[in-house]
């Protein structure tokens, strides 16, 4: 069965302080891609940065990175220099390409950046 | 931008209601999805759909319909409402044919039922 797991269901870090959020998938297919949406507690969902299964160097999108190892089946997500505003919860999530766009999510991570 | 709007933030409704949520995308993305989401749970998919009049069940399809009579709206009806459909309901869109273009969301419906 294809899941994604996220086994950090709350941490803190220090403002200005480096965070990974923990993510691991299960699927046998191939060919996927890996997204991570940030959702503050206002409610909307802001995609973040996405891995291809394929894709042979680590996605960045300014102070997020993703820790892609494909054998470990880990897409972890490292924010650099935490801000006041990255407190929200964030989602990792798998879409099989085999399956027509639909996305896999995992339970979430509620991220508290302290001052 | 991508532009999906949902048609309410916060909706309250009585036990065996027939209640519908609208969802309209301004983008011409083939692919429309609705989500429930639930504390610890993550988000479950419900229905999508990849073009007009086609749908398909996500995971938790019971108790739920979707109607898709133009490309830009997804309608997400409950048919008889139950208290356990208490949720926050979100509604995505995507292109059909680029992968690594994500969904992009709505901002949220969080319905009560009494």
């Known amino acids: 069965a294809q899941k994604i797991t996220q086994t950090q269901p709350g941490m803190f870090v220090q403002e200005k302080e480096a965070v990974t959020l923990d993510c691991t998938y299960d699927?046998?297919?191939?060919?996927?891609?890996l997204f991570w949406y940030k959702q503050p507690s206002s409610g909307e969902m802001i995609f973040l940065i996405y891995?291809?299964?394929?894709?042979?160097q680590n996605a960045t999108e300014g102070r997020y990175s993703l820790n892609f190892q494909k054998a470990r089946k880990s897409a972890n997500l490292v924010i650099s220099a935490s801000q006041l505003g990255d407190s929200a919860m964030y989602f990792c999530?798998?879409?099989?390409?085999?399956?027509?766009?639909?996305?896999?999510f995992g339970q979430g991570t509620e991220l508290s950046v302290k001052p | 931008d991508v532009k999906v709007t949902q048609s309410s933030r916060y909706l309250v409704k009585r036990t065996g209601e027939k209640v519908f949520l609208e969802c309209v995308q301004d983008?011409?993305?083939?692919?429309m999805f609705w989500y429930r989401q639930d504390p610890g749970l993550g988000l479950r998919l419900i229905y999508f759909?990849?073009?007009?009049?086609?749908?398909e069940k996500g995971d938790i399809p019971e108790g739920y319909s979707v109607s898709r009579e133009k490309k830009e709206r997804f309608s997400l009806i409950l048919e008889s409402a139950s208290t356990n459909q208490t949720s926050m309901y979100l509604c995505?869109?995507?292109?059909?044919?680029?992968?690594?273009?994500?969904?992009?969301f709505g901002d949220g419906t969080r319905l009560s039922i009494l």
């Open positions: 699927t046998s297919d191939p060919s996927y891609g």
């Open positions: 983008m011409d993305h083939e692919n």
């Open positions: 995505a869109s995507s292109p059909f044919s680029q992968r690594d273009q994500p969904q992009h």
């Open positions: 759909s990849y073009d007009v009049k086609m749908k």
């Open positions: 999530a798998m879409r099989p390409y085999n399956q027509g766009g639909k996305l896999i």
């Open positions: 891995q291809g299964s394929y894709d042979q």
